[in-house]
């Protein structure tokens, strides 16, 4: 029988289904590279998240293995190059957490133009003050979107009823202009949006490319936000910002290193700061993890495979 390891957690649906297509589910959610490296040699599939790094070394000793699957939408922890060399088939699912991501990134944005959570924790220490959380609407606000694929769109989309203008830009994506989505290049988005929003992959191409000279080059004081990858935002770049309000807040559902116990001294200074500022909002990386979106990349993946 076909063997499939599951490396990750994943809704029971993929089970099931693959077992329906023949295979051999062998579930190891908490599986380590070291122990993968011996399990991998007869598997025929790979179900991955972000956990494990699949690298050359371990495809190398996959001697069976015809595919991999993500259960989510970035790549950048497989060698996706090398596994197409060995004809592996790599899938990912951003079609089955795009929803999730949109409406996590829009609840950042209200909490962060209302001061939400700022406000709470001023109650549960005894403090009601009006006037020093007044907030600010979304309606008639530019909204500028970087990165217009699955979850960027799916965000524009939500927006609609918000009487906003959105500047949209992809590099790889034409066409996608309407009523109030305008495509727009990043130069008009860094110079007219009051909101920038992050949704890119993480590719050589965008690391870091909310760095010290994209932070300087705003000129609307914009709230940003981050729901795509760390890696995509400097944070040293970001916190230089917020000191000199070149951006009014910001709103993270992603770090640079989301394993707290490995930070740094610097890291840990960074995300000491970022956690005391009473404009920025952090979310540990849950934006696409809803109940919904936990099925529906199981169901993604079982009609891709």
């Known amino acids: 029988?076909?063997?499939?390891?599951?490396?990750?957690?994943?809704?029971?649906?993929?089970?099931?289904?693959?077992?329906?297509?023949?295979?051999?589910?062998?579930?190891?959610?908490?599986?380590?590279?070291?122990?993968?490296?011996?399990?991998?040699?007869?598997?025929?599939?790979?179900?991955?998240?972000?956990?494990?790094?699949?690298?050359?070394?371990?495809?190398?000793?996959?001697?069976?293995?015809?595919?991999?699957?993500?259960?989510?939408?970035?790549?950048?922890?497989?060698?996706?190059?090398?596994?197409?060399?060995?004809?592996?088939?790599?899938?990912?699912?951003?079609?089955?957490?795009?929803?999730?991501?949109?409406?996590?990134?829009?609840?950042?944005?209200?909490?962060?133009?209302?001061?939400?959570?700022?406000?709470?924790?001023?109650?549960?220490?005894?403090?009601?003050?009006?006037?020093?959380?007044?907030?600010?609407?979304?309606?008639?606000?530019?909204?500028g979107i970087i990165g217009f694929g699955n979850t960027g769109s799916s965000f524009a989309r939500l927006l609609s009823v918000f009487n906003v203008r959105v500047l949209a830009c992809d590099k790889y994506k034409k066409g996608f202009g309407s009523t109030y989505i305008e495509e727009a290049d990043p130069q008009k988005i860094r110079e007219e949006a009051q909101v920038i929003s992050l949704h890119l992959p993480l590719t050589a191409e965008t690391k870091h490319l909310a760095n010290a000279s994209f932070f300087s080059s705003l000129k609307s004081n914009p709230f940003f936000i981050s729901t795509c990858r760390g890696g995509v935002t400097h944070t040293a770049a970001l916190i230089e910002a917020l000191q000199s309000s070149q951006v009014s807040g910001a709103a993270l559902d992603v770090l640079e290193n989301e394993k707290l116990h490995t930070h740094t001294e610097k890291e840990k200074e960074e995300l000491a700061f970022l956690t005391s500022q009473p404009n920025v909002i952090i979310t540990p990386h849950t934006a696409g993890y809803s109940f919904e979106s936990f099925e529906k990349m199981a169901a993604a993946l079982l009609k891709k495979i």
């Open 1 to 143: 029988m076909k063997k499939v390891i599951v490396s990750a957690p994943a809704h029971p649906l993929l089970g099931e289904g693959l077992l329906l297509k023949g295979y051999q589910v062998v579930d190891l959610p908490a599986i380590s590279y070291e122990e993968l490296q011996n399990e991998i040699v007869d598997a025929e599939g790979l179900v991955v998240t972000t956990r494990i790094r699949i690298d050359q070394a371990l495809l190398d000793r996959a001697n069976c293995l015809r595919w991999i699957g993500r259960l989510g939408s970035g790549m950048e922890l497989i060698d996706v190059a090398y596994a197409r060399e060995k004809g592996i088939q790599c899938f990912s699912t951003p079609e089955g957490n795009r929803n999730a991501v949109a409406e996590h990134t829009l609840g950042l944005l209200l909490n962060g133009l209302n001061y939400l959570s700022k406000s709470f924790n001023e109650v549960k220490n005894g403090l009601w003050l009006r006037n020093e959380n007044r907030g600010t609407e979304l309606s008639g606000k530019t909204v």
